[in-house]
């Protein structure tokens, strides 16, 4: 069973840095993209980005690029998703989640709530 | 860019009743690269249709996709009082940025 579990985020300062983590199991987490989708309070869903664990090519949404990190260890089926500084504007609800041949989302994290705020 | 428009926002309907769920590229792409998904609160979304068409497993039967030209459709059959949550289409376009993107959502209330 394709399962991603989810760990990290919490509450934070502006300005702190923080790592939210994807741990994967039951498929072969190389060869699958997984992807970060955001989803602010109440609005709708937003792709960030997607790393290919298999040589850790990573594509951002543009919006996000340069906003956060998408990283990938393949050693442990792990992803990540890094912010070096926090803005209030990061408060959501983060999932991670498989991509199936390039194009559908087909397994999804529990979710990880980022509360940012002084 | 490739602009998708999910309609309506809001659908009120009564259990039992078909509902029917549009989504609207602004140009021709594949079918195979436009997919429904179902978000229950406080939950993670769930696939329901991949490549516009095919039922994910587990999904009932009563969930269809279909396309015609840039208008693609979710179809819930005889809804049940668990079918009444939000609805996201999605649709990747490699051949522009961002890669993904996803309707605005339909909320699916009891009538």
């Known amino acids: 069973e394709v399962q991603l579990v989810q760990s990290g985020g919490g509450v934070k300062k502006p300005g702190q840095s923080l790592s939210v983590s994807c741990e994967t199991s039951g498929y072969t987490f190389s060869e699958y993209f997984v992807a970060w989708v955001r989803q602010k309070p109440g609005k709708g869903l937003e792709w960030m980005g997607s790393?290919?664990?298999?040589?850790?090519?990573?594509v951002y949404n543009p919006s996000f690029e340069g906003q956060v990190v998408i990283s990938a260890d393949r050693s442990i089926s792990t992803a990540y998703l890094t912010w070096s500084s926090l803005k209030a504007s990061d408060n959501g609800m983060y999932f991670c989640?498989?991509?199936?041949?390039?194009?559908?989302?087909?397994?999804w994290g529990q979710g990880t709530p980022v509360i940012v705020s002084s | 860019e490739t602009v998708l428009t999910q309609s309506p926002g809001t659908l009120s309907l009564s259990p039992g009743e078909r509902a029917t769920l549009s989504c609207r590229t602004s140009?021709?792409?594949?079918?195979?690269?436009v997919s429904w998904y179902q978000q229950k609160p406080g939950q993670a979304p769930r696939l329901l249709i991949s490549a516009a068409t095919n039922r994910a497993t587990g999904i009932p039967e009563r969930f269809s996709g279909s396309v015609s030209g840039t208008d693609f459709t979710l179809s819930i059959s005889k809804l049940e009082p668990e079918d009444f949550v939000m609805y996201y289409c999605h649709l990747y376009d490699a051949s522009t940025s961002p890669l993904y993107t996803f309707g605005q959502g339909t909320n699916l209330e009891i009538k």
């Open positions: 989640v498989r991509v199936e041949r390039f194009n559908w989302f087909d397994s």
């Open positions: 790393v290919l664990p298999r040589d850790s090519y990573v």
């Open positions: 140009e021709i792409v594949a079918g195979t690269f």
